[in-house]
């Protein structure tokens, strides 16, 4: 698939027979996809020291190449960031690094970035962009895209960094891509590269709502973007019609860049004013905005699976009828999965693996709970071996010298398009909450405050974010949940919620050492609103960008001032009395 130069390049139906030809023979064309990143890289000395030969078979490649973490390649990658330019882990010198989110782990880690990585992300979106639009086509329209980029800089070494999105959309090709994809952004790129989130998230509602008629799909990279740009709107929408009205920005956007992109956009209209007042004041609880705003909207588009699953209640309120579609599956490591069955909820979503955009191996659930304790390596298998209804670890090898590295993602494998599998996300590998024989995943923590969400959402309360934390500063240790809800609720019905949080923890490694005091009485702490919001703007100021921003489900010790943050702002505590 060749990368698109010219905007009139994009066929539909040549992208789909492409990726069905290549799901067909997904064995033979993992086998080239390693053989050609084994020799454009075959001079790198990470390879080279691995006594690889020039060899690039499966069976070769596993046998010399350990499986790794970012922690054993970060000596290479040090030395790549302090300006190192020899082959270390590609062939052609690395020259780009990208920062991922870094909310597992609490602060963001370089991955190293190139053009081919480049390439794959525009591979992705070209095959589910051919794949959605048979089903619900877009054309010659914009999209409001809530998408910013994060800093650009420097590294010791001279290197640029940037997060992965930020990489894409400073890309000289990515506008064009776009174009060619019916998705050009309706904000201009001053909005986007803007140095202030808040400034560019006001602008391109703006934007969106100067060019309503035209906007054919909302998006954003993760759903989160999209929820929090709605709830701001809520409360700027007097502004953003003001501004509309008299054809004048409001003062407190104060980029020089920005002002000057929006005042070639902004022309007084009282009309448009006046209409979108009308509606806003005719919706009941905001519930189908999104339609209601943007009348030719034919869907809403990111990723909202995994950690983004939270939001999507109230990303459907602000939806009313109009389709919620996940996007792809990938990370800053690399591209992955491609959504390529646009129909299904995004519950139910399954993303098809590219076979031909990287080397995929899968390490299975069951062999890594049985290897840990033998210390032996777990045995991968490769992308067609995979079972129906296993789970599994993803390790990557990409075209920027990540070399058999384990992501941390576990996938369910759902069915297979042609031969190559259709993936569930499932959790970051880690462990959230663990004290004792106790083991609970993200998904678990993400289940229990469903559970307890709905008893607030009785009073038309809504958790607006949360977190967790294992607090071990005293005997027995016991979890904490740190919620942030959009109101007042009584101290009866939050205790309440308290109990149904540690009642909802069913692993029997928690509900056993509960019952025999071995984890004390969970604790639910209840934080001032805005809490949430200071801990995305504490993660941009680490580098991180919006686009990729996913709030950490869990803040342990490497989460310092996540932690302050979180301690500093709560207002009332419960502990449960489930167990008692
Ligand atoms: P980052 O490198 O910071 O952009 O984060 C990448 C991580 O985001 C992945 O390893 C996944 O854990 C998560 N992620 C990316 N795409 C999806 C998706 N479609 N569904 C669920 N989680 C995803």
Not at 515 to 540: A, M, S, W
């Amino acid at each position: 698939m060749k990368m698109l130069e010219k905007v009139e390049e994009f066929n539909m139906e040549k992208v789909i027979d492409e990726f069905e030809a290549l799901t067909k023979d997904a064995e033979r064309v993992q086998r080239e996809t390693l053989r050609k990143i084994l020799e454009d890289n075959a001079s790198a000395e990470y390879l080279q020291n691995l006594g690889l030969n020039g060899r690039t078979d499966p069976e070769s490649f596993k046998a010399h190449v350990p499986l790794v973490t970012h922690k054993e390649l970060e000596p290479y990658i040090v030395r790549i960031i302090e300006g190192d330019a020899s082959s270390i882990l590609t062939g052609k010198p690395i020259t780009t690094m990208s920062l991922s989110s870094g909310t597992t782990q609490g602060k963001p880690k370089y991955v190293p970035w190139n053009d081919e990585l480049f390439e794959t992300t525009m591979q992705i979106y070209q095959t589910s962009f051919a794949f959605r639009n048979r089903e619900f086509p877009v054309k010659n329209g914009k999209a409001l895209s809530f998408i910013y980029s994060s800093k650009q800089f420097k590294t010791k070494g001279g290197l640029a960094a940037g997060t992965a999105t930020t990489n894409v959309f400073r890309n000289a090709q990515y506008k064009c891509a776009m174009k060619a994809l019916q998705s050009p952004c309706c904000s201009p790129d001053e909005v986007i590269f803007g140095p202030d989130f808040h400034q560019s998230l006001y602008c391109h509602l703006l934007c969106g709502l100067i060019f309503r008629e035209e906007v054919q799909l909302v998006s954003s990279t993760f759903a989160h973007s999209i929820v929090h740009a709605f709830r701001t709107f809520e409360q700027v929408w007097q502004e953003l019609c003001t501004d509309i009205r008299e054809g004048v920005l409001t003062s407190r956007i104060t980029v020089p860049s920005i002002r000057m992109a929006m005042s070639k956009l902004l022309k007084p209209n009282p009309e448009l004013a006046n209409l979108i007042e009308k509606k806003c004041m005719g919706l009941s609880n905001w519930y189908g905005l999104i339609p209601e705003l943007f009348p030719n909207a034919k869907y809403v588009y990111g990723i909202m699976t995994g950690s983004m699953e939270p939001y999507l209640k109230k990303l459907r309120h602000y939806a009313g009828e109009l389709l919620l579609l996940t996007a792809d599956y990938g990370s800053s490591e690399g591209w992955i999965a491609a959504n390529v069955n646009p129909k299904l909820p995004p519950e139910l979503a399954t993303y098809a693996v590219l076979p031909h955009i990287g080397y995929f191996e899968f390490i299975p659930i069951t062999e890594l709970e049985q290897t840990k304790f033998l210390c032996v390596d777990p045995q991968p298998v490769g992308l067609t071996e995979v079972k129906v209804g296993e789970e599994y670890e993803i390790v990557i090898t990409n075209p920027a010298g990540l070399y058999r590295y384990r992501l941390g993602d576990v996938v369910k494998v759902m069915g297979f398009h042609n031969s190559t599998p259709e993936l569930k996300f499932v959790r970051r590998s880690s462990l959230l909450l663990t004290i004792n024989i106790d083991k609970n995943t993200e998904k678990d923590l993400q289940i229990a405050v469903e559970a307890a969400a709905k008893l607030v959402a009785g009073d038309k309360l809504e958790v607006i974010d949360y977190t967790s934390h294992v607090d071990v500063s005293s005997e027995p240790g016991h979890y904490v949940i740190f919620w942030e809800i959009n109101g007042e609720a009584s101290d009866e019905l939050l205790s309440e919620c308290c109990n149904c949080l540690d009642k909802s923890f069913v692993d029997a490694g928690y509900t056993s050492s509960r019952k025999t005091n071995c984890i004390g009485p969970l604790e639910l702490r209840v934080v001032r609103k805005g809490t949430f919001q200071k801990i995305l703007d504490h993660f941009l100021g680490l580098g991180a960008a919006v686009s990729q921003y996913k709030t950490p489900r869990c803040v342990g010790p490497t989460h310092g001032k996540v932690l302050q943050i979180l301690s500093e702002n709560v207002v009332k505590s419960y502990l449960s009395t489930t167990f008692n």
